[in-house]
């Protein structure tokens, strides 16, 4: 019996350990406890989020300086979520490249 609470009461800890943290609903202290934030980062998106919540993650990592691509897929894959989204999961935009000129092939009559 006591075997059988043990190991639930690990369970339940081990899930509320990987948890996701929403940017958008999350206090500055469940923002510091993501690996890679920093009081200095969590500042930055509280700053941002009171303008106005983030959409998805291009628009944490347009409006938030110091996080780029590669640092949004390590925060996500440390549980950071926007609007319960982890990076790479939403219909991001890919980015625009420089369109080629066309080239007009002659059309012989």
Do not use: C, H
């Not at 369970?11 to 200095?40: Q, Y």
């Not at 983030?54 to 996080?67: A, C, E, P």
């Amino acid at each position: 019996m006591l075997k059988r609470m043990t190991t639930a009461l690990l369970a339940l800890f081990t899930a509320a350990a990987f948890a996701a943290v929403d940017v958008n609903d999350a206090s500055v202290a469940d923002l510091d406890s993501i690996k890679g934030i920093g009081p200095g980062t969590s500042a930055k998106i509280v700053e941002q989020r009171k303008a106005a919540k983030f959409k998805d993650w291009d628009d944490l990592i347009q409006r938030v300086s110091g996080i780029g691509g590669k640092r949004a897929a390590k925060l996500s894959a440390e549980g950071l979520v926007v609007n319960g989204a982890a990076y790479g999961t939403s219909a991001a935009p890919a980015e625009k490249k420089a369109a080629a000129k066309p080239t007009t092939a002659a059309v012989k009559q």
